[in-house]
């Protein structure tokens, strides 16, 4: 593979249009050390399907909280078997016990923030900082924020390039591949979860309701904080 050296905005410019394939296949022959972080959303799911079945050699890893919903687990064994591929789990430095004993017990209910910088955020931007870019799964229409978001940009939280290669599909676009392409999906998404996370901080939501309405439901919080650039302070995730 080739060296982390590209122009990004050009490469922003010239991949707007390109199929999320295309993007993936361009991200694995110009960035050396790339991974994709997958939270095993709809979305995430495309993306680990379209890597698969092109035998693209990223590396893969998923956030591991320790509280993940049982029906989440159970879709991360269905991907690997399916596709014979690794998704490597990352853990916070605490296990929920230890975390509980040093900040007390459910942090999540006291402080969703500091339970999503302890569990998330910190393990994330370790092992990020293994690679030269990573690959999410947001799309431009999950939230204001996010419609700024470009094809490849500067990930100025964690200093390192970002490639979105879903940006620009639409939530049916996402659904159209997972059926034409029998992608596993979380069951959860049947049962009222659009937006799935933590399963102390996640809850079914209504029909018609914002897809994210049911994370953190009650608090102030909307974002777990891993996608937030310094700079534009947009966030994603
Ligand atoms: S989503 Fe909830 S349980 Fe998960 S890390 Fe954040 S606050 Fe903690």
């Excluded at 459910?106 to 998330?120: F, Q, S």
Aim: net charge neutral; hydrophobic share 40%; glycine share 6%.
């Amino acid at each position: 593979m080739a060296d982390t050296v590209i122009d990004v905005p050009t490469a922003a410019q010239a991949l707007e249009t390109s199929s999320p394939a295309e993007i993936l296949g361009w991200a694995s022959r110009y960035l050396s050390k790339l991974t994709f972080a997958t939270g095993f959303g709809a979305e995430g799911c495309v993306i680990i399907d379209l890597i698969a079945r092109n035998h693209l050699p990223i590396d893969l890893f998923t956030l591991d909280t320790g509280v993940l919903f049982p029906e989440t687990y159970a879709l991360w064994e269905r991907l690997q078997n399916k596709y014979r591929i690794e998704i490597r789990a990352v853990r916070p430095a605490q296990t929920i016990p230890e975390q509980a004993l040093v900040h007390g017990a459910t942090l999540w209910d006291r402080e969703p923030d500091r339970c999503c910088e302890l569990r998330k955020v910190l393990p994330l931007r370790h092992e990020l900082a293994k690679f030269d870019a990573w690959i999410t799964a947001i799309r431009r229409d999950q939230t204001a924020q996010r419609a700024y978001a470009r094809v490849v940009e500067h990930d100025t939280k964690f200093q390192l390039v970002k490639v979105n290669p879903l940006v620009t599909w639409s939530h049916d676009d996402v659904w159209a591949h997972i059926y034409a392409n029998d992608v596993p999906y979380n069951v959860l998404h049947e049962r009222g979860f659009p937006s799935i996370g933590c399963q102390p901080c996640t809850v079914a939501v209504a029909r018609g309701e914002d897809p994210r309405s049911g994370r953190w439901r009650g608090k102030a919080k909307t974002e777990c904080g891993l996608h937030v650039n310094e700079d534009k302070k947009t966030d994603a995730a």
